[in-house]
């Protein structure tokens, strides 16, 4: 990856982190409440993940430090080949989700599935059947997308290799 293409892959990391915790800043629960159910929460697609999964903020500032994320898949959704910095902690509620590890046995899961990606594993999401699901990470949440050679690339970059568009801002 050239300069430029670093710098507009920094850019584009640093305007997630900004969009990410304004989202989180709105979706304080509201006078100090410790719950929700899925009916009251509003889901928006969050860049730069693809457009076929959307997620709520339920606890924490993703760009700060540790966060709960409900988000909701499409069937046939695909989040293609990337690494976290923190370890990520994945819960099924419904669905069924295909995760493929670089290193690693595929590992298929439905309601009350869990899995967890370590720091820095190279993995990717399928929605095989519409997936709802809790994602806990233990520090600040970013992706970064990487081809076949684990080299990073751009969100349009990794997309277009799994048919998926990359969210441009919250809807």
Partial sequence: MNIRDRFCASAFTLLMILFISAFANGQEMAGGSSGRNVAMMKLTTIPPLPVCAKGSVQSGDPSKGPSVIFAKATTGCTIPWHWHTPNEHVMIVSGTAR????????LTLSAGGFALMAAQQAHQFHCVQTCQFYV??????????IDKQGKEITPAEAMKAVREVAATEMK
């Fill in 136 to 145: 806990y990470s233990d520090a600040a949440f970013d992706i970064h997308y």
């Fill in 99 to 106: 995760f493929e590890m670089k290193e690693g046995k595929p």
